[in-house]
Each structure stands twice: as C-alpha cells, then as structure tokens.
C-alpha cells in the first residue's frame, strides 16, 4: 500500500513538474513573440490599438504610444488622440470616429499629427470592428507613421516639377518607349509641347508620332533607330518634324537602349526650333555681313554726295578733252 501511495506521489509530482515546464515554456514563447512583435513594430513605424466604443476604453502597444508621443503611464482617450491631430485634419478624424462609434464598421482616415515640439507628422490609421456574443463592438487597428514616405513624395514632387521646368525652359523634352509594338511609356510635358499633341488626348500611337516626322527624314529617322535597337547602341540623328498647322521644328534626338527583358527605349528629345542647321545658320550669317556691308556702302555714297553738293555752291571743277 505504502509503495503504491509512493507511486502516486511520484506520478503526481512528474506530471506538475511536466505542467510547469510546459506553462514555463509557453510564457517565455509569449515573451518572446511580444517582443519580436514589438520590435517589428518599432522597425515598421505601426503601433497597434484596442478600443471598445460602449466604455471608452483604449488599449494601446508601445509604438503607438511612442507615435503620438505619450508616456506609457497615460491612459490613451479619443480626447488624447484629438489633440494631437492638426486643426485642419481634426473635423475629418471626429466625424470618422465618431460615426464608426455609431456605425460600428470598420474605418481608415489619414491626417496630420502636431507634436509638442511643433513638427508634423503623417500617419494612416485603420481598424476592423468586432462584435462578441452580446454584441458589444470592438475596434482593433493600428496607426502607421508615414512622414518619412510624406517627405519622400514630397521631394519627388518638387523634382518632378524642377525637372518639367528645366525642360520647358531649353526646350528638353523626354520619352521612353518600347521597341516591341513601339507603345509610348513616358513622355513629358515638354515633349508634348514640341511635337504638338494633347497630353490630355492620352499618349500618341507609333502611327501618330511617325506621322509628325518630316517624310523627307522619315527614313533617315528609322534607319538611325533600327541600327541602335540591333547594335544594343546609343544613337543621335537630326530631323524635321511637321506640325499640322504647317510648322517646321528641328529636332535633335538622342537615344540610348535600355537592356532588360522588355527591351524599352530611353532617351531625350531636345527642340531645335530655335537652332537652325549649321548650314541654314551659314547661310544666315552670310547673308547678315553682306547686308552689313550694303550698309556700309548706302553710308559711304550718302557722305560723298553731301561733299560734292558741298563743293558745288564754292565754285566747278571739270576735265579737259
């Protein structure tokens, strides 16, 4: 009897040594993931949240709490949310809330925070309702701070606009298309301008962008492209285009193959409307000192009249046969 109540003991103590092990193991596997989940968190820049409409309570991980800027010590309110939105962003967010309090559906808004400092900061906020067996709603979401993304679209912005004013302004236009059917990928404003089509329009077809090309260097044109699309090479020709209202621009074109799967096309189509071939600009200089010199001439012959009319009233002079 004894050795059987020494097994049970022993059976006993194995099984809540097991159970402590494992509860051991799962709490240190809990700990864990928080911490990788917090780390990802603070990596990613989203904190998550928990809030429960019917009681006001928010519940809120340590990257929101380091978004919005609060100690962790504070309990996080709809109140603490709105006053670090912007003024111009903080009807858009309490009409949100406030109609997904009611609602009880899932929301996402993107606004403005002012830090106590006076920077700003971008965030985007999205949450998923949920409903428990009495029907209670609960909202878990998470807030993500996009200022760094904010900036970033911000500057390519103003380099975008810098690059499409530096264009207009030596008349620079850029393209980029793709050798297999010749499809348009890219083109700019000032490309648009030069060649004379609506970017409103969509972006022209091959036919279209062949048509403008003068038909006396059409060939000289595709003769220039084919050689770089089967040479792998960089090329450069000068043409004419024709516009449909009669105009003739010249056009400097340079273009550089890009060598991927899709075998695209680069490159720069510089306007030379207001440079003229060097053999029209020859020409035009020639004719520019001839005039100068006809000039000359119409002074010279208006001087030497004045100074006979001049000798003429003091007296005459001839020559004797």
Request: aromatic letters at 8%; glycine letters at 6%; hydrophobic letters at 35%.
């Amino acid at each position: 009897m004894t050795t059987k109540d020494d097994e049970d003991k022993l059976l006993r103590s194995v099984v809540l040594q097991n159970a402590n092990s494992i509860l051991v193991a799962r709490q240190r596997a809990e700990q864990r993931s928080e911490a990788y989940l917090a780390e990802a968190q603070r990596l990613s820049h989203t904190g998550s949240f928990g809030w429960r409409p019917c009681s006001g309570e928010k519940l809120w991980s340590e990257e929101t709490f380091r978004i919005f800027q609060y100690d962790q010590t504070t309990i996080p309110t709809v109140e603490l949310v709105l006053q670090r939105v912007h003024p111009e962003d903080a009807a858009l967010v309490k009409q949100t809330i406030e109609r997904a309090s009611q609602d009880g559906k899932d929301f996402e808004y993107e606004c403005r925070l002012v830090m106590p400092d006076g920077s700003i900061k971008y965030v985007h906020v999205v949450a998923h309702a949920l409903s428990d067996e009495s029907g209670s709603i609960e909202f878990v979401g998470a807030v993500t701070d996009t200022t760094e993304t904010k900036r970033a679209e911000e500057a390519l912005r103003r380099s975008e606009s810098y690059l499409a004013e530096a264009q207009r302004l030596t008349h620079t236009g850029s393209w980029v298309w793709r050798v297999a059917g010749g499809d348009a990928l890219h083109l700019s404003e000032e490309w648009y301008r030069i060649y004379g089509f609506d970017p409103q329009e969509g972006m022209p077809a091959w036919e279209e962008r062949l048509q403008r090309v003068h038909q006396e260097d059409r060939a000289k044109w595709q003769a220039a492209i084919d050689r770089a699309i089967t040479e792998k090479s960089d090329y450069e020709v000068e043409f004419r285009i024709l516009l449909p209202d009669g105009t003739v621009k010249y056009i400097h074109t340079a273009g550089r193959p890009v060598l991927n799967a899709s075998g695209d096309l680069a490159g720069g189509r510089p306007s030379a409307s207001q440079r003229r071939p060097r053999a029209i600009a020859a020409g035009h200089d020639e004719l520019n000192h001839q005039q100068h010199r006809c000039d000359e001439g119409r002074q010279w012959d208006a001087r030497a009249r004045h100074q006979i009319a001049a000798s003429g009233k003091r007296g005459s002079c001839g020559v004797r046969h």
